[in-house]
């Protein structure tokens, strides 16, 4: 598998320049974490988890916050008003109350609004579908090109929805990609994002990024991870750095 991995010339560029002579061992790496994390938390089904327009506005409420509080927050959006055209011509103070429960509603009662209205005035309906027919690279654009929707929120869409070979990279895939040393400490996202699309093959992308979660989630925390479970130990540069100040 590590030797039949393309580098794409979108994600050349952005691979960091301390790992560009190492890609060939971070492949081997990057095996060994994939099918480790496989076996503890399996393979996970691939379905669409919301149709694409929910997927987007459910993920732009979950910035800066956690699944609870978004999904409540999507919820009482649901509630409160009846249609998403009801949600784009309301008083942007009563979606903001709306969504409150996510936090930054200031910042996120707009921005669902803006989303609303971008796809209503080019498409005449409420419908994502249309990105389909697009290439990844051109459905990208058209997402971020949304105020408040980044490279992680259309990766999203874009992967889960639309099984578009896209890594999203959120803090927990940035913290054990960094642990592990296959990112550098000031790696962005967007060079991590990268740097896994340039390691593992496009059908992995999928379990990887929930499995990573998973991991950032239960065992790599961001405080006190519980290095004594992992099952990366002896993969994980943080946790060798761990052993020699013992």
Known sequence: MSDNVRIAPHNARHIPAEVKGRLRELREKA???????????????????????????????????TDHNALMAYRRLRERFPTWEAVMT?????????????????????????????????????????????STEEAEAWLT?????????????LLFCFKRPTFPVDTHVSRVTKRLGLAPERATPRQIRALWESLVPPEWYYPLHLNLIRHGRQVCRARQPLCERCVLQDLCDYYGARRKLE
């Open 31 to 65: 095996v060994q974490v994939y099918r480790r994390l496989l076996e503890v938390y399996g393979e996970p089904d691939w379905r669409p988890h919301y149709p694409p327009l929910e997927e987007l506005i459910i993920t732009t409420l979950a910035q800066n916050s």
């Open 90 to 134: 309301a008083p942007t103070e009563e979606v903001i109350e709306a969504v409150r429960s996510a936090g930054l509603a200031n910042q996120k009662g707009p921005r669902i609004q803006a989303i609303l209205r971008k796809v209503w005035e080019e498409q005449g309906n409420f419908d994502l579908s249309f990105l389909d027919e697009l």
């Open 145 to 157: 090109s949304i105020k408040g929707v980044g490279q992680k929120t259309a990766s999203i869409v």
